[in-house]
Nanobody, 126 residues
Framework: QVQLVESGGGLVQAGDSLRLSCAASGRTFSGHVMGWFRQAPGKEREFVAAIRWIGGGLEYADSVKGRFTVSRDNAENSVYLQMNSLKPEDTGVYYC???????????????????WGQGTQVTVSS
């Protein structure tokens, strides 16, 4: 059974940092684009960041560029999201996601994920 399990969410103040982790199991994702989405209360789920399997291929939503950094460790079958200078508008449930097939070279990245985690709550107070 394939699972993506997020961790690292929490309640922080504006300007603080958080690091989200996503551990995959049940198959290897070393060849898959992986990344993050988020959903704020009353809003649709939106793309945050994605990373290709090796050597670059990064993409970020305009709202997080310069503040968030996505990375991965293929040996650990994991993807991470370092979030700095957090703002109240970053509040939401953050979901880990992965492409359904490996080595997908389409752009933009990760617009039709085949795998999703259960989400982790991030709350940023002002």
């Amino acid at each position: 059974q394939v699972q993506l399990v997020e961790s690292g969410g929490g309640l922080v103040q504006a300007g603080d940092s958080l690091r989200l982790s996503c551990a995959a199991s049940g198959r290897t994702f070393s060849g898959h684009v992986m990344g993050w989405f988020r959903q704020a209360p009353g809003k649709e789920r939106e793309f945050v960041a994605a990373i290709r399997w090796i050597g670059g291929g990064l993409e970020y939503a305009d709202s997080v560029k310069g503040r968030f950094t996505v990375s991965r460790d293929n040996a650990e079958n994991s993807v991470y999201l370092q979030m700095n200078s957090l703002k109240p508008e970053d509040t939401g449930v953050y979901y880990c996601a992965a492409d359904p097939i490996p080595y997908d070279r389409t752009w933009p990245l990760l617009r039709s994920p085949g795998y999703w985690g259960q989400g982790t709550q991030v709350t940023v107070s002002s």
